[in-house]
T-cell receptor, first 118, second 115 residues
Framework: AQKITQTQPGMFVQEKEAVTLDCTYDTSDQSYGLFWYKQPSSGEMIFLIY??????QNATEGRYSLNFQKARKSANLVISASQLGDSAMYFCAMREPRRSGGYQKVTFGIGTKLQVIP | NAGVTQTPKFRILKIGQSMTLQCAQD?????MYWYRQDPGMGLKLIYYSVGAGITDKGEVPNGYNVSRSTTEDFPLRLELAAPSQTSVYFCASSYASRFPDNEQFFGPGTRLTVL
């Protein structure tokens, strides 16, 4: 079974509008972390936002917010006021505990390509 | 701080050749990772390390080897390159944490083509 599912291969959004990128995850652990990364066409991976499984509040970082619904196992990224520079691939990732201890294991989804239209 | 550096940026190999992808970080991170990203796909973990002298396999370790003799360096060795290893390789690092809150810092990637 997929650990991280991103069902939107591509999305379009008008400049200045908000957009939601979907991410669902699968884990039986109680403690885990969820991350979103951005990959522009230049190729680098840029960390955007983090949500811990025990965090009661949804994470926010500037124009990025994470809509965390634990019971539904979803961690959608919301980008408000889209800008042309937001055009990129976006990856959802999850850090889970190892049986032997620690949180080294990270699993990535296949990504969503966002294009912002002027 | 340079962050995570990778060399080379690009490389073309012939089938059967070997090479080492270099990765270094100057953030004193304990954890280091190697991923490959195939076209249109997410990142798949090849190997990771939780500290000098300690490495472990990820999802797709076949055809690769790693070593971690220092905290700073985590080279990835390809033996007998095959076309299936054509990919973009990313090295990443993160600090050790008792909690799952430590984001990864990525290098710029190495684009490898095996012909």
């Amino acid at each position: 079974a997929q650990k991280i599912t991103q069902t939107q291969p591509g999305m379009f959004v008008q400049e200045k509008e908000a957009v939601t990128l979907d991410c669902t995850y699968d884990t039986s652990d109680q403690s885990y972390g969820l991350f979103w990364y951005k990959q522009p066409s230049s190729g680098e991976m840029i960390f955007l936002i983090y949500q811990g499984s025990y965090d009661e509040q949804n994470a926010t970082e500037g124009r990025y917010s994470l809509n965390f619904q634990k019971a539904r196992k979803s961690a959608n990224l919301v980008i408000s006021a889209s800008q042309l520079g937001d055009s990129a691939m976006y990856f959802c990732a999850m850090r889970e505990p190892r049986r032997s201890g620690g949180y080294q294991k990270v699993t990535f989804g296949i990504g969503t390509k966002l294009q912002v239209i002027p | 701080n340079a962050g995570v550096t990778q060399t080379p940026k690009f490389r073309i190999l012939k089938i059967g050749q070997s090479m080492t992808l270099q990765c270094a970080q100057d953030m004193n991170h304990n954890y280091m990772y190697w991923y490959r990203q195939d076209p249109g796909m997410g990142l798949k973990l090849i190997y990771y390390s939780v500290g000098a002298g300690i490495t472990d396999k990820g999802e797709v370790p076949n055809g690769y080897n790693v070593s971690r003799s220092t905290t700073e360096d985590f080279p990835l060795r390809l033996e007998l390159a095959a076309p299936s290893q054509t990919s973009v390789y990313f090295c990443a690092s993160s600090y050790a944490s008792r909690f799952p809150d430590n984001e990864q810092f990525f290098g710029p990637g190495t684009r490898l083509t095996v012909l």
